[in-house]
C-alpha cells in the first residue's frame, strides 16, 4: 500500500494542508519563492469577483466567506472586507478585497477561490430550487453525490441559500439543526412488504422522528398510498414519491391522482413528498401539488461560480491586467428598493403559467439589472453616504464590511440561521 493511503484512509487534505498552503497551485510556491529571492514583497490590494455566471444565471448568493476569514484570519498584517456571507450579487460586483504584503497572502489564492466558488455554487442553485418551491418544504437529499469529505459545506450553503433542512448526521450538526429522513428502499425491500417496513420503522424510531413512507417499491403507488393511511390514519406525516424514471409518465398526475384519492378518503393532512432526479423546472412544476421535496444532484452537483481574485493596486497605485478595471472597489446598496421591490418573489409569480404549462427554460428569470440598479460599484476608500440611490433617491447603505484588520477577525459572524434569513429577506421568501 503507498504511503498516503497508509497515512490517510481518503484523499483528502485536512485544515492544516490548507492553512500551510499545500493545497495551492504550484506556481503560488514559486512566484512566492522568486519574490523572497528578489526582495519583492509589496503592498497589494486584490480583489475577488465574478466575469460571469454559468447556465446564462444572472445573479448569484455569495458563501464560503467564512471558510475564507477562517483562512486568513492569523495571517499577519492582512485587512480583509467583503460582501457578508449570503448576499445576493450579481456578476462584474467585486465581493471581497484582501489588503496585505503580497507574500502573506498571495499563496492562498486557490484555498479561497475553492472556497468560494464551490460553496456560492451551491448556494445559488439551493436559492434558485427555494424560490422555484415557493412557500414548499425542499431538503438536500445530495450528500451521495459528493465526496463525503465535503458534505458538511455542501449542506451547509444550501441551508443558509433557504432550503429547509439536510439529511446527513454531519451536516445538520454543522447547522444545528435535526437531520430529516424518510426510509430507504432498502428497508422495504428487506421487510418484503412496505407496509411491514413501516410498521417496523414506526415500531422501533423514536416517536419525535417524523413518519414518511416511500411508496414506490413494489406496487402502483396509489394502491400503496391508500392501503398506508388505512393502516396508520393520520400518524403518517407524509407520503414519499420516488418513482423511477422509466415507471413515472407524467409525475405530476400520478401526484394529483394520490391527493385526490387520499382527500376523499379524509387523509387531508397527510403530506406528498417527492424526490428523484427532481431540477428547478420540475420543481416549479410540483409546487402546487407536492409539499416537500428531496432535492440531490441539481444542488450538490451544482455548477461552481468562477471567481477570479486579481490584483489592482499595488503599493497604493491602481494597476490591472487586460480586461479588468484597477482600484479596490466595493458595492453600496439601496436596500430599500431591494426589499420593497419583493423583485424575486413578484419575478417568478409572473411566470408561474408558464412553468405549469411546458419545460421553459427558467434559468434566466430575474434580469441581472435590477440588482444592478439596486446597487452601485465605488472606489473602497469613498462611501455610501455620499451617493444616492437612483431609483427612491434614498442614500445608499455600505454593503461591504470589514472583518479582519491587521490579521485578526474584528467582527463576530453571523450564525447560521441568521444568514439564511438574510437570503430569504433578499429573496423576498
Ligand atoms: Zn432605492
New binding site residues.
Partial sequence: MQKEVQNNLFYIANSDDIKNGRTSDIYFRRTFQILKKKNKNPLVKAEVFLKSFPNNYSWGVLSGIHETLNLLNGVKGVNVSCMPEGTIFTEEEPVMVIEGRYLDFGLFETAILGFLCHSSGISTKAARCKLAAKNKLIFNFGARRVHPAITPMVERAAYIAGLDGVSTIKGAETIFEEPVGTMPHALILIFGDTLDAAQAFNETIDKNVKRIVLIDTFNDEKTEAIRICQHFSNSIYALRLDTPGSRRGNFKKILEEIRWELDIRGFKDVKLMASGGLDEQDIANLSDIVDAFGVGTSISGARVLDFSMDIVEINGKPIAKRGKKSGAKKVIR?N??LLESKFFSSSLSKLDNKYNNDNINIKNFIPNSFLLN?DKIILENDSASFYN?K??G?PYSELFERYIEDGRLVKNLPSVGEIRNYVLNQLSI
Fill in positions: 439601496c430599500k428598493c439596486i440611490c431609483n427612491c434614498k
